[in-house]
């Protein structure tokens, strides 16, 4: 039986959906306001090989991944970019695109849904007017607040005690609200990039967009919603008190995070100049290498990113290749059996715990022996492998280098070191090709 680590909880729990057999996902998808990075490359490769094992094991699952295309960010972007904060929804368009783009690289699926704030807003209105009705938000100003300290939940997702929180820098301090703690369901704002409301002009605040579609396509308790758990608070922890302040039904059955990407022992961020986009990395490294070196690791655990890592996995994964090239799974292959196959079952296994990645790769490398006697089981995993765990199993391309004048400079540079016999700084000169992706071979002075 499938069991998840409820972030709720905290407990790992047997997984069992509101209604039997059919499963709710939504994940949090992104501002696109620039390029996405390897954290949301983890994220959505974590999010998409569960979505593709509660299918394979039968469940008929709907995935919900939104887009927050109105946002300060988005804003800001726009005015230094075009002197028209309006032409915010260019910004937005090139980015989802691009997000598409690399989504696509990375194998994976499309979504069921992909609903953009901007074409719900009506719904969010709706969402709004009705917690104002009830007494649990309050106008102010052509703003509209969440009276936080309504709701005795609050705190339960993030283990947080109300009284010992402090108003952070994504829920703005206005001396005129009732509670600095409120956070705002809608923000009043120029008629030029804002939509009218019963309270005039505005735009969504950030953690109302993901309620209103979670409902909107839902209609009830969402199974599974996930996220980086950076989301957990105040985003997850507002979706949350908003939900549940409107609807009588708990808002998630299961919460899951994926841990944070790092970069020498410290969280990838811009503000530390320790960022990687997914183009930063892809021009270097083939899609599936980067997927295979996400999965790898359990998705509760810190990633500690660094490129001498993806390099080992990129050698691993090209073991992986060569030993399933000999074997072609058909797409109609019958899944039934494909089950019964004892690794595919080993593996399952690991997965129905808690989605242990780390685990399924430990089962499939000490198999890989016996696999090579049984071509029809080999065409099973590796059928798994594909279709589970998304990776596509192809040859990767051979990088050609390009020797560049700077390159032949070094190369160069290190010829006349080793012939004046100054070997230090030819061995540094070696060390700086060699990370540059140059092997140099000697030969013999």
Known sequence: MLRVTNSLTGLKEPFKPVNFGKVNLYVCGITPYDFSHIGHGRCY????????????????????????DIDDKLLIKA????????????????????????MQSLNCLTPDHEPRVTQTIPEIIAFVQGLITNGSA????????????????????????????????RIGVDDKKEDPLDFALWKADDESVSYQS???????????????MAHDYFKGTVDIHGGGMDLMFPHHENEIAQSESLYPAPFVKYWMHNAFVRINKEKMSKSLNNFFTLKDILKDFDPMVLRFYFIKHYYRGPLEFSIEDLQVAEKTYKRLVKTFEDVQPEQDMNIDQ???????????DCLDDDFNTSGVFGVL??????LQHDAQAKAQVKYFLIHVLGLRLQPI????????????????????????????????????????GFEVQDKKL
């Open 365 to 370: 490398f000490e198999s890989l022996d016996s």
């Open 138 to 169: 309050y106008e102010l100003d052509g703003s509209v607040y969440f009276r936080v300290r309504n709701f005795a939940g609050y705190g339960k997702l993030s283990k947080q005690d109300i009284n010992d929180l402090r108003a952070g820098a």
């Open 338 to 348: 494909i089950k019964m196959n004892s690794v595919v079952q080993a593996m399952s």
């Open 397 to 436: 391309a051979e990088k050609v280098l390009e020797i560049t004048p700077e390159i032949q400079m070094l190369i160069d540079a290190r010829l006349q070191a080793r012939a004046e016999k100054q070997w230090m700084l030819a061995d540094e000169l070696r060390d700086q090709l060699k990370e540059l």
């Open 45 to 68: 490769v974590v999010f998409d090989m569960i979505y593709r094992y509660l299918s394979f094991i039968g469940l008929d699952v709907k995935y919900c991944r939104n887009f927050t």
């Open 79 to 102: 005015e230094k970019e075009f002197g028209d904060a309006s032409r915010y929804s260019e910004i937005a368009n090139r980015y989802i695109d691009a997000y598409h783009e690399d």
């Open 198 to 212: 019963p309270w005039g002009f505005g735009r969504p605040g950030w953690h109302i967009e993901c309620s209103a």
